[in-house]
Nanobody, 113 residues
Framework: QVQLVESGGGLVQAGGSLRLSCRAS????????MAWHRRAPGKQRELVAT???????NYADAVKGRFTISRDNAKNTVYLEMNSLNPEDTAVYYC???????WGQGTQVTVSS
């Protein structure tokens, strides 16, 4: 049974940082591409970043240079380090397994100005 457990969201001031974590189970994690998406209020869900099993990464233009996706295969966990946050980053952030079309429950990130 596939399961994704996200953590690390919260309230932060503009310019601050947060790190999201997503622990996966029920999959061959080390060979699975993982992704983070987000849904801002009143907007469609959008891709934030992906990381392949081999560690190749891809980012949305809006977060390049500020966010870093990484993974620890020994812990079955993918991370999203978010720096220089601004109010436009406020959203529910979702961990996602593209190959399974499987979403985590989401974690709220709120950036105050």
């Amino acid at each position: 049974q596939v399961q994704l457990v996200e953590s690390g969201g919260g309230l932060v001031q503009a310019g601050g940082s947060l790190r999201l974590s997503c622990r996966a189970s029920g999959i061959n994690f080390s060979s699975t591409t993982m992704a983070w998406h987000r849904r801002a209020p009143g907007k469609q869900r959008e891709l934030v970043a992906t990381v392949t099993g081999g560690g190749f990464t891809n980012y949305a233009d809006a977060v390049k240079g500020r966010f870093t996706i990484s993974r620890d295969n020994a812990k079955n966990t993918v991370y999203l380090e978010m720096n220089s946050l601004n109010p436009e980053d406020t959203a529910v952030y979702y961990c996602y397994i593209p190959a399974r079309v499987y979403w985590g429950q989401g974690t709220q990130v709120t950036v105050s100005s």
